[in-house]
């Protein structure tokens, strides 16, 4: 797949840190959203900068320890996707 | 994150790496992926005191007073009036209830298809602050 996907700006992004999870407040929908691992991590890695599955899984096997035994691909298309429908990440075309 | 550090590490510790300039040890942070399936967002909506009726009768001004004397181009952009193909000032707002039926299909009372999906996509780009982001916000599906 080549399909490249890229992340909301980051001026329009508030992180909170809290331990057990991670708040992000999405200014042009006023919504908070509350995100498990590996959410925070792709949104991270993603950096304005439009990317492939597979240049996202990559890029966090380089940066983290990733678990083992995964698809990373297959789970970051997984969460993209839901990304998506709450408008933090949209389909890059061409 | 540091090239060289990635190259090879400890043999017993695969998370941890020796910076070759510095001989310092750095761990990287263990990253759990979930599973395809799982859910990992859930998503908190502003608070808005208003009922399911009076949502759908409030209204979205097309542009808000913020983009006064704008046309609307057809990605729902503002732009100056002599913007070739861009469409003038809504005559009238719109309420939640034509904004939904036309983000479902239908175009927006009194308008071409064209100028519909472009007041459409204007609506959209709605950020918090602008006349009809609230009515806007409170249009959109749970999940």
Redesign the interface.
Known sequence: MTQKYRAAPKDDLIWHDLDSMMLLYH?????????????P?IIEVMANAPLTAAEIAAR?T??????TG???E??VI??LD??R??GLVSRVSG | MDENSMKEGLPSESSVETDQKNGIVTRRRALMMGAITASAVVSIKPALAQTAGSVLNCEIPVPGNHAAGGYIAADGTVVTADTPGAFPAAGRNFTGEEVLQAMNGRTLPGTSYDQSQAYVNYIRRLQSGQSGFTCYASLQMPR
């Open positions: 200014r042009p929908s006023g919504i908070t959203h509350m995100l498990a691992d590996p959410v991590a966090l380089a940066l983290f320890d990733v678990e995964v698809d990373a297959d789970i997984a969460r839901e990304l429908t709450l």
